[in-house]
């Protein structure tokens, strides 16, 4: 049976609201010129302290950290080719890289995370390439995570192999948002709209929940996984007790290496506690395979021909497979941020830090030890985020909450190797949907929390914008 049913993020109807707000802000703020000499201690090109590479590419966010022992990079390799393998249906010639599906998004880990880095968003109408949609109904799982939507899960998977029906297709289009700067300067934001068709298992349920999500960036979490819990938890305010207008706070996620509740750290919404379970969610939820963390097939209650599909054997990620690719994300190298005695690019560090930008894109972290890779242990590293949620205002929220994530909180991304996307992935999409076409409209489209250091961006003279986009350009 087909059905069809249009939908938009939640608060589209308040989203014109918030840009205007922003345009009619009447602040005093109007940027500074500090001289160049007067710059953040944080600006250096060592992004990930020793095991940051010099490299400026289109591998830039695909090399493993330079002080990986030699001994180590065989293991490295193999988890590169995992990593873009073209999983199998099962039964194949080649078992030990079958047991696609029965549904999924696609058939490689680099099908969506191209070169190690960033997806984005379809043209209007066109197939999801690089990108999902995750889904749910209201209320929370035993362990505090979401309810899976009856018949679909919590994930539309758009493919499935022969003689299973594929669960839907997302159609993706955009209308434009003009604004205007406080000098006159005019910009416009595509803002997208959903449309979810040719659904296998009948309508979605009214009250469902949905939530884009373009593939992040995979260089560097190994180091993000090394920072202490206390150092993430010393920046939270959850009360805002600064007066700061930022609050940030941590999600709490169910851990099912620990069996407990812990710390949130990957993820758009931090609804992931470490790499290993980063890593067979998403091969699960979008390759379809099975692993010793998840060994239930991917198939949601009632897709008969899914459930009676062959399988890969128990389980289809091997462990041996499963530990090489976690390895593989675990060491790839940040790459340099560049041009750091360029004086606009110095300019543009003193803005980032005078708007308050880094209030949420905190600049400096340190890593404690890492157990897995000693080489990743006790450095100062500058990814610019907390690793924190942040309530980014109705403009952005997808509506969906994520275990403490509410529906218009987000983790902060990090920041280092941004300005290199156009070298890696040819495009220049930010943000959790990607609606953003450039590193200024990802600016424009920040709310909540961000509303304050929004403004003074707009506020500062053409040239302070820029430097501080040519800052952001040569992390």
């Not at 938009?8 to 707000?21: D, E, F, G, I, M």
């Not at 703020?29 to 710059?39: E, K, L, M, R, Y």
């Amino acid at each position: 049976m087909n059905s069809r049913i249009s939908a938009a993020p939640l608060t589209t109807a308040v989203t014109c609201c918030c840009l205007t707000l922003a345009l009619c802000v009447t602040s005093a703020f109007a940027g500074s010129d500090t001289p160049i000499d007067q710059v953040p201690e944080w600006l250096t090109t060592q992004l990930g302290g020793d095991t940051t590479l010099v490299i400026a590419n289109e591998n830039a966010y695909a090399r493993a950290v330079p002080t990986l022992p030699t001994e180590e990079l065989r293991k490295f390799t193999f988890g590169n080719r995992l990593f873009n393998t073209n999983w199998v249906t099962a039964p194949a010639s080649v078992d030990a890289f079958d047991g696609l599906g029965p549904v999924f998004n696609r058939v490689s880990c680099s099908s969506c995370h191209t070169r190690d880095g960033r997806g984005q968003p379809p043209a209007a109408g066109e197939p999801l390439e690089s990108m999902l949609i995750r889904i749910s109904v209201p209320g929370q799982t035993e362990h505090g995570g979401v309810r899976p939507v009856p018949h679909y899960g919590d994930q539309l998977n758009e493919k499935a192999i022969a003689g299973v029906p594929a669960e839907g297709r997302t159609v993706v289009t955009y209308w434009e948002r003009e604004g205007r700067y406080p000098d006159g300067t005019t910009f416009s934001l595509a803002e997208p709209k959903y449309e979810f068709v040719e659904l296998a298992f009948g309508a979605l349920p009214p009250q469902f929940l949905f939530s884009p999500r373009v593939a992040p960036p995979v260089f560097g979490l190994g180091l993000l996984e090394a920072v202490p819990e206390e150092e993430i938890l010393a920046h939270a305010d959850e009360g805002d007790t600064n007066h700061d207008g930022v609050s940030g706070r941590p999600n709490r996620v169910w851990d099912v290496v620990s069996g407990k509740t812990c710390l949130g750290r990957f993820g758009w919404k931090a609804n992931q506690p470490g790499l290993r379970q980063q890593n067979a969610s998403a091969a699960l939820g979008d390759i379809g395979l099975t692993s010793h963390l998840f060994p239930k097939q991917n198939v949601a209650e009632g897709q008969l021909a899914a459930a009676g599909a062959p399988d890969g054997g128990e389980p289809e990620l091997k462990d041996e497979f499963f530990e090489k690719l976690t390895f593989y994300t675990q060491v790839l190298a940040v790459p340099a941020a560049r041009n750091v005695q360029d004086p606009g690019v110095r300019r543009g560090a003193r803005q980032f830090a005078d708007i308050q930008c880094t209030a949420c894109h905190l600049p400096t972290l340190h890593t404690g030890t890492h157990s897995d890779v000693p080489q990743l242990s006790h450095q100062a590293i500058h990814p610019f985020t907390d690793l924190l949620l942040h309530d980014m205002g109705p403009a952005l929220a997808d509506g969906r909450p994520d275990f403490l994530a509410s529906g218009s909180e987000w983790r902060t991304p990090p920041l280092w190797g941004v300005g290199l996307t156009e070298v890696v992935n040819r495009h220049s999409r930010f943000l959790h949907d990607g609606r953003a076409r450039s590193l200024e409209e990802a600016v424009l489209w920040h709310g909540g929390e961000a509303d304050e250091a929004r403004d003074r961006f707009m506020h500062l003279e053409a040239r302070q914008r820029e430097d501080l986009l040519t800052f952001l350009r040569n992390l």
